[in-house]
């Protein structure tokens, strides 16, 4: 699988980046770790989790992905350099102190994870939140003294605006610091605004590499929710809901006609239309089975003409063709 470099992180990763949140919540210890064995067998070398996933599932307490991850490390001690591993720091762990992105609590943070990854060092750590009661300065310092002691080997941020990525570059630029060198925003077919425009502009001009979240926007774009009655009462209807709408559902229809073009689904065009966006690294995608993992590898290797992507962002003229 042809590899794509990660801004200037000097990391390569292949053109999807599998989502890691699924483990111990929708997926249990024993399917995870023959996903993880099928992802590298398939050359899907890079996961993304972090240390709070999956925290909201009923008796979980968070670090229970990075814990699978960690465990398949253990069985296999020759994966960890086929393994490209991102994880991420911020969020809320349970106890008031047990958040954020102070360099106290990044400083213990990195070595929970470490811990529960059975690693000595992570390729991609991101900051998974803004933090207004931090300074940059103070969080990338941390950084910086765990880049040196070989801790991590790059840095990222998740959920900044164009406004908030801008004054960290600027704050990592006037005190000699370490960048944010990925950015980790929600982008997908239906999800634009927020990544497109100021933000998209100011990573391609800075080369910062770009791994999206909720690429199939929890789902919706599989095309398997049409109507409330397909939600049922799984982890994620809540947010699929929302997207329940005349614009919704004429994108769903976009994206049928493209993929009855290209003998495809429509999760592999919504992933080929991200892995062809400018700017776009990688959109990071979660699956439960192998047969998933097999759906990723045909959108790796799905191209879309110029007519396609036409379609796909004009998608109320397609339906009213």
Known sequence: MQLRPLGNTGLSIP???FGGNVFG??????????????????GFNAIDTADVYSAWAPGNRGGESETIIGRYLKLHPGARDKMTIFTKVGSDMGAPECKGLSARWIAR???????????????LYFSHWPDSETPYEETLRAYEQLLQAGKIRATGASNLNATQLADA???ADENH????QVLQ??????????????LSALCVKENIG????????????????????????GGRSAKVVDYLNPRGLAILNALDSVAQAHQATPAEVALAWLMQRTGVTAPIASGTTLAHIDSFVKATSLHLSQNDVAVLDNPAECVNQ
């Open 210 to 233: 770009v791994v999206t979240y909720y690429s199939l926007a929890s789902g919706f774009l599989s095309g398997k929710y049409r109507r409330t009655a397909d939600l049922g009462e």
């Open 185 to 198: 925003p929600e982008y997908n077919l239906y999800d634009r605004a927020g990544f497109e425009g100021d």
């Open 25 to 42: 919540w929708t997926v249990n210890e024993t399917d995870s770790l023959r996903l993880i064995a099928g992802l590298l067998e398939r």
């Open 177 to 180: 610091l370490t960048r944010y």
């Open 15 to 17: 053109p999807l980046v």
């Open 169 to 171: 570059l600027h704050s």
């Open 109 to 123: 943070a990195v070595e929970d994870s470490l811990r529960r990854l059975n690693t000595d060092y992570i390729d």
